[in-house]
C-alpha cells in the first residue's frame, strides 16, 4: 500500500516562508509525477505545483516566483519551499502522486499565514 505523509506545515507571518515535505512509502516515488494541491474551506483543490519523474517544474501563476518544488528519489522525498507568504496563501496543502492510472494522496498539512 503506498501512503504519501505531508509535515512542515505550521503558522508564519507574511512575508515568511515554510518548507512541506511529502514522503513516499512505496519504492513507485522515482517514476512517480508528484504534485502539490491546496483547499480552503468550501472550495476546490487547486494546483501549486508539479515536477515530473525527470525533474520538469511547473507552477500556478500565483505562486510563480515564490515556491519552488523539488525532489530528492534517494529519500522518496518532495518539497515545497514557500517564500514570501501571503495570507491568500492560506490553505491545507496535499500531496499527490501519480503513477500510471494510480494516483495517490496525504492527509494534508495546514498552513496559515498572518497579516
Known amino acids: 500500500q503506498v501512503q504519501l505523509v505531508e509535515s512542515g506545515g505550521g503558522l508564519v507571518q507574511a512575508g515568511g516562508s515554510l518548507r512541506l515535505s511529502c514522503v513516499v512509502s512505496a519504492n513507485i516515488f522515482r517514476d512517480a509525477g508528484m504534485a502539490w494541491y491546496c483547499q480552503v474551506p468550501g472550495k476546490q483543490r487547486e494546483l501549486v505545483a508539479t515536477?515530473?519523474?525527470?525533474?520538469?517544474?511547473n507552477y500556478a501563476d500565483s505562486v510563480k516566483g515564490r515556491f519552488t518544488i523539488s525532489r530528492d528519489n534517494a529519500k522518496k522525498t518532495v518539497f515545497l519551499q514557500m517564500n514570501n507568504l501571503k495570507p491568500e496563501d492560506t490553505a491545507v496543502y496535499y500531496c499527490?502522486?501519480?503513477?500510471?492510472?494510480?494516483?495517490?494522496w496525504g492527509q494534508g498539512t495546514q498552513v496559515t499565514v498572518s497579516s
Open positions: 515536477i515530473s519523474s525527470g525533474g520538469a517544474t
Open positions: 499527490r502522486a501519480g503513477w500510471g492510472r494510480f494516483e495517490y
